[in-house]
């Protein structure tokens, strides 16, 4: 096979048929940084949690799923022609939209109602969709007007209405199993017949922030099964990092290596009702 790119988590090669084999490795990225080491049996959990919620999404939208890889960690997709928007759907408001909010009362160019906390539900779901930045650089949140600027109205209202249907179905099935799904981003895509097609991972702990929904306090930061745990441990004076220094992170402990990948362990046996056995 043809290795075609590499990024920050994931490698994608081309088969002889024309298909893409998409490998999730154990990489784990926060800050626009690839950490070490890896999270042990991480790209399995996600592939076999995204192939499961591509099913439950079937009847949302179409995906690009053409077939199981080789392995627990790979799926064989069909090619398309991405979205150059990322596609963003909040429920609560927390991490990037937490601080758009407290600087000027709105998260992509979305008023909000007045006097929302770290972990507050939203009046209703609403979408908001960042730049899609290069490897290395920060995505930047956009207004719904810049995306229609971007792609044209009528892809960027099916740009909304899929994003917030997704998380929609999401949040419904996750609730089920006692778990907020407090925001997702998405990838969405052309296939060869120029359908917008759902690409990449779909509703994991990479891309989505998962919360305990017994656990949930408006106010503080809330208890999560996904990479926020690395997020705080790396903000905390016990990793000793400076963000704005310019330096790389120090490596994970190893007791934040096992706790992050209990974590994502958990939210793939919860949400799916399936043991993990990699």
């Known amino acids: 096979m043809k290795h075609l790119h590499s990024g920050k988590v994931r490698d994608l090669y081309e088969t002889p048929e024309g298909l893409l084999l998409m490998v999730a490795s154990d990489r784990i990225s926060a800050y626009d940084y690839v950490l070490e ?9 996600l592939t076999q949690l995204s192939l499961w919620w591509f099913e439950q999404l079937a009847d949302v939208v179409p995906d690009h799923i053409a077939g199981p890889g080789p392995d627990a960690r790979s ?3 069909r090619p398309l022609r991405m ?6 759907a909040r429920g ?8 758009e909010y407290r600087r000027d009362g709105k998260v992509s160019g979305v008023p909000l109602p007045e006097g929302l906390e770290d972990g507050s539900r939203l009046p209703e779901p609403i979408f908001t969709p960042s730049t899609k930045a290069p ?25 909304r209405r899929i994003t917030l249907a997704v998380y929609t179905r999401g949040a419904e099935i996750a609730r089920e199993r006692g778990i907020i799904l407090a ?27 998962f919360w305990p929904a017994d656990g949930w306090t408006p106010g503080r930061a809330q208890p999560s099964f996904d990479k926020q745990f690395v997020r705080d441990w790396l903000m905390s004076p016990e990793s000793g990092w400076d963000k704005s220094s310019g330096n790389p992170p120090p490596p994970l402990p190893d ?8 974590r994502y362990l958990e939210a793939y046996e919860r949400i799916t009702g399936r043991s993990f056995n990699g």
Request: charged share 30%.
């Open 75 to 77: 799926m064989l997709c």
């Open 37 to 45: 080491p890896g999270i042990p049996d991480k790209g399995a959990i």
């Open 183 to 209: 925001d997702t981003k998405i990838e969405l895509g052309w296939d060869s017949d120029g359908v917008l097609t759902l690409g990449d991972e779909v509703l994991t702990p990479d891309s989505s922030r």
């Open 255 to 262: 007791k934040v290596v096992e706790q992050t990948r209990q």
């Open 92 to 99: 609560y408001l927390a991490g990037g939209g937490l601080g």
């Open 135 to 159: 490897v290395g650089e920060h995505d930047e949140p956009i207004s719904y007007e810049q995306v229609v600027e971007q792609v044209g109205e009528e892809t960027a209202e099916e740009l």
């Open 83 to 88: 979205v150059p928007v990322e596609c963003v």
